[in-house]
Every structure is written in C-alpha cells, then in structure tokens.
C-alpha cells in the first residue's frame, strides 16, 4: 500500500511536472517567438541601415563631384576674373573715347551755341515777322471793315429793296427800301397786302416773293402789287442764289423794284388809246349799220366782204373795250335779279355757231337747265360766259367737247364751262387771269388773242363779289368755275373773293 501509494504519489508528480513542462514549453516558444520577430526586424533594420548606409556613401559621393566640379567652377571663375581684368583694360579704352568724344562734345557745345545765336537772330526775324504779320492783319480787317462799310453804302443807296437770306431763311442782310417796302406790306395786318397785277387778287403768304426767296426758290421779274388804296405800288421782283468760291450756299438774295410809275404810266396810255380808238370804231359801226340797212348786200355780190367786215370791227371793239377795262378797272355792274339759266342758254346758242364750224360738241347741262336765281349784271355776266366759251373754243381741237353746267348751293349759282382743250401747264395757271399774259405753248401755235379776256373776266366777277377759278390738267382739258352771290343788296360794300 505504501508502494502504490508512492507510486500513486509519483504519478501525480509526474503529471504535475508534466503539466508544469508543458507550461515552460509553451512560455519558451513564445519567448522564441517573440525573440525570432525581434530577430527577423532586426535584421530589416540593418537592410535599411545598410541601405541608409549606401545612400549615404552614394551621397558623399555626390557631394565630393560637386566639390570636384566647385572646384573646376574656381578655375572658370579665375578665367572669368581674368576677363574682367581685360574688360576693365578695354573699359579704359572706352573711358578714353569718352573723353574723346567729350572734347567732340565741347565741338558740339561751341556749335550749339553758335546755333543759340543764329536761333537769337531766327526768333528776332521770326518777332519781325510777326509784327509784320499783325500789321498785315490789322490793315487787313481795315479794308474788309472798308468793303462791308462801302457795300452796305451801296446797298442802302439803289433804289431797289435788296434782302439776302442765309439756307436757313435767316435775313443776314436788308436796305432800308425793303424795310420800307415790308412795313408798306404789313399794313398792321396779319397778312401782308400782296395782290396779282390785277391788284384786286390776294397772293397767298407762301406764294409771296419775300417768302419763297427765304425758302431758297428764285423769282424772275415777279410783278405784283403791294399795300392798299392811294399808298398802293407796283413792284417786280427777282431773286439769286449767292455762293463761296468753292461753290457753298451763302444764301438767297431778292432785289425787287419800284415799277409804279411804269404801271401807271401804262395803264394811262391803255386808257388814252382806247378812248382814242373807240371813238373812231363806234363811227365806223355806225356806218356799217347804215350800209347794211340801205343796200341789198346780196345783190351788190359783197355779202360775205360785208360780214368779214363787220365781224373783225366788232373784235377790234371787244379788245379796245378790254383794254379800257383792265386798265381802268372801272365796274359799276347794275346787278338785278335774274334767271341764270337765260344768260347760259344765250352764251350756248351764240357760240353753237362757231362750235359746230369748229367740229366740236358744245352742250349745255343739266337739261332742262334749273332755274338758279342770281342777284347779277346780265350783260356783264354774258360778257364773261361769252369770253371763257370762246377761249375753250380757241384751245380744244376739232373733235373735242365742251360742256356747260349749271347748279346752286344756298349761297351762290355755279357754272362750270370743262373743255377737252390742249389744257395749261401747272405754272401757267397761277397767271391765266393776268393781263396779257399767253402761254408759250399759245404762241407757239399762233392762237389768235391778245391776253386780256380772261383777266377782263375776272375784274367783272370781283365786282359782282364773286370767284372765278381755273384747274387744268395739261394735255387732257381745262375747266373754268364761276360762283356768283345770288343774292347781294345793290348798296353792298366789300372786297371781292379770292
């Protein structure tokens, strides 16, 4: 028992070394383990130190061809002091050409100042020069203040009204005849007091000759009238353009000229002529009334002489008798009621006649034609109907037509007499009712008149305080319009319409 129990003792023991060995064991592997990765990063520090080591090497190595090559740069540096030794010995020499040169300075400096005493003597002249120069501007502005002075002497001196307008319509300059001549126009009216040669008919303010020589368009022997009454003159205008040298607008200049002595003197040589010749004419008439009642024309085969005869007296009659009315312009209609449709009918059925020699239709409408009462001067009236018949008669061709239309509003009676004539150009007929005024394109074609019917028209019209006015389209016809008052007491005052 005791052996097995020592041998029981011993087995235990045995285990418990067992045991205490295995724990040495495993204690010692670990140390081992731990002291073999301590080994092993041992041992991959010195790679790195040996790396670190040949680096180092490598860099010394570097480092001792860089001091080689510093010490080459030494030498180069040697070489380039001895160059800067040699530059600075060719430095003297350029100092030397310095100075050089400062002696060719001092050449310039003498030069320069020989310079300074001829640019003394060039500013002296130069002073000279100039004083000349200001007393050739002041005699200068002298003789220019001498021409403007001479010219406005000049102008203030003509008996002309002279205004020069610039582009603009700006008066740049005027005499004191047109100023006279403008306050004469005014006459404290609104518009100024311009008429046709008439010297009844208004001229519009633009039409005006003042006016279109301040827009720039030229007038050529413009006639007209200007003021009123006694004080009224006759005046005809001409403009022209004015321009620099080099051809640039200076502006408009108008000279117009007192023709009242002229006009009147004219108007009474028309007066004395005419009253001479009607004198004679009206014997003459006389006569031919005798012959004609005392012979048989036909019988004594000088009919048709006869009828040339007595034709051509009464036109010399109506020509003296226009004369005597335009230049007299003495109309003292005896206006009375009256149908005017009998004074169209009349002028119709006489000028039928010569219409149909002249191979033109003449006719009268409305038909029938409406009774339009008119407080009018029959005889004056068929005078003017007659007078414009007779110019459409002149101036439409054979195969045209001519129509005579009467109607009425509430103030006046309307007659319209439209031809199918050769018509009148746009500026022509701004003039038809001016005395003696015939187209070119009339006398050209040697169309018998003397200019004075349609003007003497005119001043019967004005005295009826009535209008008469052309339209014509040139090549196509012409179209006269008479509006008379229908009704005006015989004791009314006024100006005629326009």
């Known amino acids: 028992m005791v052996v097995t129990w020592i041998v029981g003792c011993a087995a235990s023991i045995a285990v418990i070394v067992a045991v205490l060995l295995a724990f040495r064991v495993r204690g010692l592997r670990q140390e081992l383990a731990t002291a073999l990765d301590g080994l092993r990063d041992a041992a991959a520090s010195e790679v790195l130190s040996q790396e670190a080591q040949r680096e180092t090497v490598r860099h010394d190595r570097a480092t001792t061809s860089a001091l080689r090559e510093s010490v080459a740069l030494g030498k180069v540096g040697d070489e380039n002091l001895r160059i800067a030794v040699e530059s600075g010995l060719e430095s003297d020499e350029t100092l030397r050409v310095a100075v050089a040169d400062g002696l060719i300075g001092d050449e310039k400096l003498r030069v320069s100042i020989a310079d300074g005493v001829k640019g003394a003597e060039a500013l002296r002249v130069s002073v000279a020069e100039g004083i000349k120069g200001e007393e050739a501007l002041r005699v200068s502005l002298e003789q220019g203040s001498d021409a403007a002075t001479t010219t406005l002497a000049v102008v203030d001196t003509v008996d002309a009204a002279i205004t020069l307008y610039d582009p603009d319509g700006t008066v740049l300059l005027t005499n004191d005849t047109a100023r006279a001549l403008a306050v004469l126009s005014e006459s404290e009216r609104l518009e100024p007091l311009e008429f046709e040669q008439d010297r009844i008919t208004p001229i519009p303010r633009f039409d005006q000759a003042q006016a279109r020589a301040a827009r720039g368009q030229l007038v050529t022997r413009r006639a007209y009238w200007v003021g009123a009454g006694d004080s009224q003159r006759a005046m ?142 029959r005889n004056r009236i068929s005078e003017v109907f007659d007078e414009v018949l007779f110019n459409a008669l002149k101036f439409t061709r054979r195969g045209g037509h001519i129509t005579m239309t009467l109607s009425s509003d509430e103030k006046d009676a309307i007659v319209e007499i439209a031809d199918t004539g050769i018509g009148i150009s746009t500026d022509d007929l701004k003039r038809v009712f001016e005395r003696f005024f015939r187209t070119d394109e009339t006398r050209a074609e040697v169309i018998a008149g003397a200019g004075l019917g349609l003007a003497a028209a005119k001043i019967i019209v004005d005295s009826h305080f009535g209008s008469i006015t052309a339209t014509s389209v040139h090549g196509e016809g012409t179209t006269i319009t008479v509006r008379l008052p229908r009704f005006v007491a015989t004791s009314t005052e006024g100006a005629p319409r326009s």
């Open 236 to 377: 005809m205008s001409t403009s022209q353009y004015v321009k620099r040298a080099s051809g640039e607008l200076i502006g408009t200049v108008i000279a117009s000229h007192d023709i009242t002595p002229i006009a009147r003197t004219r108007d009474e040589f028309l007066q004395t002529v005419s009253h001479e010749l009607r004198t004679p004419l009206t014997s003459i008439m006389g006569y031919l009334e005798v012959i004609e009642d005392s012979l048989n024309l036909d019988a004594a085969g000088i009919q048709q002489e006869f009828d040339i005869v007595q034709r051509n007296t009464n036109r010399l009659l109506k020509l003296i008798n226009d004369l005597l009315l335009t230049a007299t312009k003495d109309v003292s209609p005896d206006r009375r009621t009256t149908n005017m449709a009998d004074i169209v009918s009349d002028s119709c059925n006489v000028a039928q006649p010569a219409a149909l020699a002249a191979g033109i239709t003449l006719v009268l409408s409305p038909v029938p034609v409406p009774a339009v009462e008119a407080n009018v001067d």
